[in-house]
């Protein structure tokens, strides 16, 4: 029997993988499903950017890491993996979660696109995005003050989110002197669900 659930994925390391970590947190199966093995027309007739990850659960099909995150939660709301509309703690969850893509990503992405790519950052514009990136730390580091989740004692989705960019930032050296940001990554890490689908790895 089919899963209610296909994740369109290429690697363990994209997008996918808060995908999978979610998933995995719920004890929820599905069937992963890769880029090049999509029937005709082809996967660019599921995801028209033809970016990663792409989901169908229960016939609808959509793209988007963060949106697949915050629907799952959602829809399996018995699993606890979001507050509900109801809960105080909604509009702080939802604010994490745009925050690891809209804030953390995008300036993680700058500062990568500004020393990888030839030409494309001065050292007075890198040395700004690094320091526009100690900003965000800084601020994760205030926010995470006494709590061990980002919701304080409760791990959500928004935690997923989040700890997939702080472990690009760990890999790249840019959580040296932000103590509580790195040890909330470690309890990340120390997830028996982020241990079987080899995030960390």
Do not use: C
Request: a negative charge; proline letters at 5%; glycine letters at 6%.
């Amino acid at each position: 029997m089919k899963s209610d659930i296909l994740l369109y994925s290429d690697s363990k390391k994209d997008r996918g993988s808060k995908v999978r970590w979610l998933l995995a947190e719920m004890n929820l199966e599905y069937e992963t499903v890769s880029r090049s093995n999509v029937p005709p027309p082809g996967y660019s007739a599921l995801n028209p950017f033809e970016s990663l990850p792409t989901v169908t659960v229960k016939g609808a099909t959509f793209f988007e890491s963060s949106a697949i995150l915050l629907y799952l939660a959602d829809l399996y709301s018995e699993r606890q993996l979001a507050p509900v509309i109801s809960s105080p703690d909604r509009p702080v969850y939802l604010q994490w979660m745009v925050f690891s893509e809209a804030t953390l990503d995008r300036a993680l992405e700058k500062l990568w696109a500004a020393e990888e790519i030839p030409g494309a950052g001065t050292t007075e514009n890198i040395h700004k995005l690094r320091q526009d990136v100690q900003d965000v730390f800084h601020g994760l580091e205030i926010s995470l003050q006494g709590r061990q989740y980002i919701l304080g004692d409760r791990f959500s989705a928004a935690d997923i989110s989040l700890a997939y960019y702080l472990n690009w930032a760990e890999s790249e050296s840019l959580l040296e002197g932000f103590p509580k940001t790195r040890n909330y990554l470690l309890r990340m890490k120390d997830r028996p669900a982020a241990q079987m689908i080899g995030l960390f790895g």
